[in-house]
C-alpha cells in the first residue's frame, strides 16, 4: 500500500506526524502539572497512545521515503 502513496499524501501524513507529535509532547507535560488522578490516568493514556500512533506513522513515511 505504501509504495502507491503520492507526493500530496505523503505530505498529509507528515502534517498528521506533527499534529501527533505536538499532542504527546501536550498532553505529556499537561500530565505533570494535573493534581486529579482521573485526568492524570487520562492525559497518560493519550500520551502512550499518541506515541504509538507516531511510531505507525513514521512507518508509512520510511516505506513511502525507501520506495522514491
Known sequence: MTKYLGIHEALELHELLTFKNLCVTKA???????????????????????????????????????II
Open 28 to 66: 505529556a507535560t499537561m500530565s505533570a502539572l494535573v493534581q486529579d488522578e482521573t485526568l492524570k490516568n487520562l492525559l497518560a493514556n493519550d500520551a502512550q497512545s499518541g506515541s504509538e500512533h507516531i511510531s505507525q506513522l513514521q512507518k508509512f513515511l520510511t516505506k513511502r521515503e525507501d
